[in-house]
């Protein structure tokens, strides 16, 4: 099997569906002979014609409103934002239009479309090239968002995506797009959607993580495991609708919650997981759940370091929850 | 009665026009040279065709109001005095086509294959709405109608619309969209990125703008500088039409030129139709506030359907045994789809649950089962 | 003291704060002679002029950016949504310029603006004038969200916000504008933000809700103390920052939580308040955390009264917290 | 050095015009009748304060490159080829007038007292930025220097300018705001609603578009399909002006009618130079992927400090020894300045808690805490 970035990964899926599919087209700002300001389009549009692959005008709303039409069509559109901080121009599209489509229409149209989009923080971009709006998303009943924290995961669930009945939100971990390398199935590849994956088994403490933080979330397992600590760590890959047998099998197991993301913690998908415990095994914990977030403040950049969830503060909620301090 | 008509080459109409495109005036005389019907190709049957869907659009229109009176809806929104721009510029496309509609369209779908009892399923939110009742009266589509189905949010359509084209283009496809809006929808930025993506890609769209003086109370100067709303093309290298949307004919016919222009690869057009909204906003509004009898009235007298009916008489193709005739036909046809709409009953609250998504994920069904679980003990306790 | 309705207590907030201080200026679609398509603004422009009470044209995103605009240069302005389902087309400004101006600007500039707009469903609105969004908005550090459920706070937290220096999004729920009557303080009257009302004791079970739902919780309490449940009803005023301590002081007593709310479960405040629990006060917690809320799908017009929690959802609810069923 | 001059009555700037208007040709030659310099007012002095601060502009930019090479700057962002855009516009104010930055005017923001040191703290994020390093370097703001603190957001502050002109407008104000941004700004929604807006209500505000042929790699004819992005003033009945951008004299002088108007209540503007971006689009991209070496320096050759150097010497006030002396002069302020805001030292991460909201609510301390907790331990355990 091929060694790929999760970068190339996703290119991988976004080459073998516009082969398998002419339904399938992609188009954002700068994907065409730019490839993308993070490259990952790099390539495409020679590759597939600018019919295929094209740029548009500066206007994510106008994206976002191309891509509903097209799916309303048959079609099935893969729209990049180019960071997701930018998608709020065409927040209307997605709040009204895309994740209601199906329901308003009493099924007779769907929105069969995906919007990918490079998220989170790390690279320095400050306010407006880090942040990690999946919970804002997630709360909207209609759409489907999805986060993959590995190479293998990135081909897959891509492919799921673009397969899928449904619109979804693919949000890429822009910290570790060429970072994190691993073999990848060359060839069709899908990963199921709504299907957490167990990348470790333990017995002390259920660990949900997502993204970039499922990689320093394994770091601080290390550490964990040498003072004698055996996490469950789970990475949940689809966030809605999300794999609560998994979490809930899992804490059944441990009897301790930590959930570890990059957003804020307020209204997150930490305290929905949390929630989610809370009322359907609060018989089985024992011990409070603990959020592991970024800050309830915008995303600094000077002081990003002091921003971002890492091994330290994991470590730290892991051991709160586990009542050692 | 479908046209088999296209626009006569001879025919020129013009964009940016200061005034805008008439072919007859408000007492039903053709401005211009030679009888309108000739110069766009249109036969007796086709010009009683248009009047008969103006008349359905506004007879369905007032039993609209009458449900809301009745109890029996709870919410209407009108379309009195906007007929002309609606049909004359459904007339102009094929059944092929695609229309994004906007609230005050549902009456006038029926001209493209909606059914009365779809309709007032959809006002009654009833079984045989196509949409199940999931939404307000107003927001009627039919895939059958090649509607899409609206959201509330004004413009948001133009810009769907949009994608709609460009998925037109893409499969090479020889159908037009047309998406319409109130003046007020031009303030958006969807009308924005609509006619700016269209312009770019060069897509078969029309955005048509149904310039009814108001939007709620709002007056159009409050809505924006521009001397007309038809001038906003040239921000998008697009052509922008300018016409009398108390005329059919004059619809028909601008909406005609663009739509072929469309057709045949030109791109993208902006119409704006000057026209009236004769009725409040909606049932739940008072026009009484911001705007007086007298300005009411003033436009009542140049009703579209009143200025294309002395039209035909002045053609001799219509009498007042000939209305009466056509209106029972109608009454009658509208009460009985009325009462098949209303005995169809409430959508089953399961359906809910089942399509958010195209699969229903589990916490959906145990949403759903909580409800089944909730109907019944309410029944049994009352709630 | 005279007796209002919700919708006339907001006026006479209005009505104050605009005789009180020039800085404040109210505008929106049909706020004018139209008087807002609740009448709430009724009489204001009559009375303050045109230049104080405005319409704006049909355009959220304009109408958002004018108070973020005005807000910079020390005005004080009260932009009226006509319905919180259609704030999306300015969302970008609420996200990007108004959740943030204070922290990017390091303090140099804040926006102290307040955007009202009425929320919830109950009047056979549907899709689109029914939603809930207090969520989206509370997940955007730096917002503050604030929703009142009597006459009496309506006047004295609208006054409040609009003194306060930060900016707030104030929800009104539109079911209850003119349906629920009592003596309002005439004159001045400013309620605490931040602060929850306690506005039943009770040792049983803690309820926490806000908005219409606290009218409908107050109906379950009544059946629910007919069986001798002795619920403690907290209205939570502000919903971000919300006010933990109250909460967490009630839960120490009851041992029980039920949130009640009519947004959708996923991601909702009633996550976010069980996950706040759930992390400080799992001790003291000897029953689930049960959320009450309306179903996690877009908001349906014929079946409404479906989708609303009800006195029957919320006895079930509660009864679940206590472990009855 | 601040001017007092007005523009002379004389002078008739008109909007829409086809070609962008030019006062100095490519060779710094005199375009129609006069020397340019007497027909706007400008003394001899004015000339020379203009060329300084365009050499600054540049050589502050240069510096930014440098910061980023040195592995000091994670990012910059170029204003290099658009100096004469910037200066001339900004040239145009008053000092109590208001700008809304975008990304590129970093640098030019100088001219309006923002000292380098505050700049440089800006682009390296130490406590000299008088935004506390919260920001990626090219979103400079100062409320000393009236500039307002942008987002990252193409076109946002267009709209949030709007309301600055509304606030000057309804407070009786002389001040006028002008807003920047790229030709990509003119295809968001934020663009449209603040023109709309400023159109119906009649606001103080200039909206001047760079037009600088690129967003990152798109090209302008991808932005819209209309001619130019003056015209696009059409659609909100205001004046759009097409000036060349590389042309100092030019900007200055539409800018300085415009502002005049605006002062003199007479609403708002579009403004469109023609420029160019001699540099990537920021240090992260490549623009050899989407542009020749061939046009960057055909481009290259109209540079406009050359442009405006050559057009100073043909008047004898300039020459290669001052050019030496000027460019070291600046060089040891950057560098100074450079040293002052590197070792002005990180922001104290316990601000970032207490200028959330104005007071710092209670989850926020804690929050404080929990870090300050943190970075104790990493700093004993090493994280
Ligand atoms: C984005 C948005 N804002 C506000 C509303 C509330 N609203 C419904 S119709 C309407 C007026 C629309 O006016 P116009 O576009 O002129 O169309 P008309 O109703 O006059 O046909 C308003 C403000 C809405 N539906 N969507
Ligand atoms: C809403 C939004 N979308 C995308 C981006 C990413 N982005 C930053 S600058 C830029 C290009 C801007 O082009 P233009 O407006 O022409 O200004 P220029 O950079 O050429 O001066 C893009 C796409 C952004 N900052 N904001
Ligand atoms: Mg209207
Ligand atoms: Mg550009």
Do not use: C
């Amino acid at each position: 099997m091929p060694v790929m970035t999760i970068g190339e990964a996703i290119r991988d899926a976004l080459r073998g569906e516009l082969a398998r599919d002419d339904r399938v087209l992609v188009f954002g700002e700068d994907v065409g002979k730019r490839g993308g300001v993070f490259n990952i389009t790099q390539g495409l549009q020679e590759e597939f014609g600018e019919e295929r692959v094209f740029d548009t005008p500066l206007d994510e709303n106008g994206i976002l409103g191309m891509a509903t039409g097209l799916a309303l069509m048959g079609l099935r559109p893969v729209a990049e934002i180019q960071f997701i901080d930018f998608i709020w121009p065409g927040f209307d599209v997605i709040a009204s239009d895309i994740a209601k489509y199906r329901f308003r229409s009493g099924g007779q149209y769907g929105v069969p479309l995906v919007i990918r989009s490079p998220y989170g923080g790390g690279v320095k971009g400050g306010l407006y090239h880090s942040q990690s709006p999946e919970a804002i998303f997630g709360h909207l009943s209609g759409l489907k968002v999805v986060i993959p924290s590995t190479p293998s995961d990135a081909k897959g669930l891509l492919t799921s995506v673009i397969r899928d009945d449904d619109p979804v939100i693919f949000l890429e971990p822009k910290k570790i797009y060429f970072a994190v390398k691993e073999e990848v199935p060359a060839g069709e590849h899908t990963v199921p959607l709504s299907k957490a994956r167990i990348a470790r088994s333990g017995k002390d403490v259920t660990v949900v993580t997502y993204g970039y933080m499922f990689h320093e979330t394994m770091k601080a397992v290390e550490a964990l495991v040498q003072e004698g600590i055996d996490p469950e760590v789970i990475d949940l890959r689809t966030i809605v609708p999300y794999d609560a047998e998994t979490i809930l099998e899992s804490v059944g197991k441990t009897g301790k919650l930590v959930i570890v993301i990059e957003a804020p913690k307020i209204l997150s998908v930490a305290s929905e997981i949390s929630a989610l415990v809370a009322e359907k095994a609060i018989d089985v914990l024992d011990g409070p759940i603990v959020r592991v977030t970024g800050w309830d403040t915008p995303f600094p950049y000077a002081l990003e370091s002091y921003y971002m969830p890492n091994r330290t503060r994991i470590i730290r909620g892991v051991k709160k929850a586990l009542s050692l301090i | 009665m479908s046209k088999e008509t296209q626009t006569p080459p001879s025919l020129k109409i013009q964009p940016f026009t200061e005034e805008p495109i008439r072919f007859i005036d408000d007492e039903g005389r053709p401005v211009g040279e030679g009888d309108p019907a000739a110069v766009l190709g249109l036969e007796d049957s086709h010009l009683l065709f248009l009047y008969e869907a103006m008349v359905r659009t506004r007879e369905i229109d007032r039993m609209g109001w009458i449900l809301v009176r009745q109890g029996k809806a709870a919410f209407y929104i009108s379309i009195g005095g906007q007929e002309a721009a609606h049909i004359g510029s459904l007339y102009a496309l094929d059944p092929e086509d695609w229309v994004m509609p906007y609230y005050r369209t549902e009456p006038s779908l029926h001209l493209r294959g909606a059914t009365l009892e779809e309709i007032f399923g959809q006002i009654l939110g009833t079984n045989t709405d196509p949409s199940k009742g999931r939404q307000m009266p107003g927001h009627f589509g039919s895939k059958k109608a090649r509607a899409f189905v609206l959201g509330s949010t004004v413009a948001l359509g133009h810009v769907t619309a949009m994608g709609v084209a460009m998925a037109l283009k893409y499969r090479k496809e020889r159908q037009v969209v047309i998406s319409y809006g109130g003046e007020g929808s031009t303030s958006e930025g969807h009308f924005h990125s609509a006619l700016n993506f269209a312009g770019v890609f060069q897509l078969p769209l029309i955005v048509f703008i149904q310039n009814n003086h108001y939007a709620i109370s709002v007056p159009r100067p409050r809505q924006t500088a521009a001397k007309t709303l038809a001038i906003k093309a040239k921000a998008y290298g697009l052509p922008g039409y300018y016409v009398d949307g108390n005329d059919v004919l004059a619809v028909y016919a601008v909406t005609q030129t663009v739509v072929d222009q469309a057709r045949a690869g030109g791109g993208p057009a902006l119409i704006e139709a000057l026209t009236y909204r004769l009725d409040p906003h909606s049932s739940a509004d008072d026009d009484k506030r911001y705007r007086s009898t007298e300005e009411v009235e003033a436009w009542r007298r140049k009703d579209p359907l009143i200025r294309f009916r002395k039209y035909l008489e002045s053609k001799g193709l219509w009498d007042e045994t000939k209305e009466q005739e056509l209106r029972e036909r109608i009454q009658k046809e509208i009460e009985n789809a009325v009462e098949i709409a209303e005995n169809a009953g409430l959508p089953d609250p399961r359906e809910m649950f089942l399509e958010v998504y195209a699969d229903a994920p589990p916490h959906l069904l145990e949403e759903m089962q909580e409800l089944l679980q909730e109907i019944q003990e309410s029944r049994q306790g009352g709630k």
